[in-house]
């Protein structure tokens, strides 16, 4: 299993560090990139645009002193099989080639 996750992290990592800040994290299931606008906005567009579902970060973290640790980040999560989770990362890098190129 931890193989498999591996060559999602790594698969999907190439894929979308040209368009997204994506590291490898040491253990889990799941990326967490910084979002170019709001991780709400990213997400909903993502979303309506891609057909594929990530959780924006502010929904998993608490506001202290007015920050919020998730903000501007969201939650990818590799649970799909490896052909799947490759074609929502080209999704990915498609919408922000489309909606967030420089």
């Known amino acids: 299993n931890r193989a498999l ?7 999907v990592t190439a894929r979308l ?3 997204l800040d994506t590291v490898t994290p040491p253990a889990g299931f799941y990326l967490w990139p910084k979002t170019p606008v709001s991780d709400t ?8 645009k891609t057909n594929v579902a990530v ?3 502010s929904y998993l973290g608490r506001e202290v002193d007015g920050i919020n640790p998730g903000a501007n980040h ?3 999560a590799l649970v799909a099989t ?3 989770t490759l074609e929502a990362a080209d999704r990915i890098a498609d919408f922000m080639a489309q909606c967030y190129s420089a």
């Open 41 to 48: 906005v990213f997400a909903r567009g993502l979303l309506e």
């Open 5 to 11: 996750y591996r060559a999602k992290f790594d698969a």
């Open 74 to 76: 969201v939650r990818l």
């Open 82 to 84: 490896l052909e799947e």
């Open 17 to 19: 560090s040209a368009t």
């Open 55 to 57: 959780l924006p970060g």
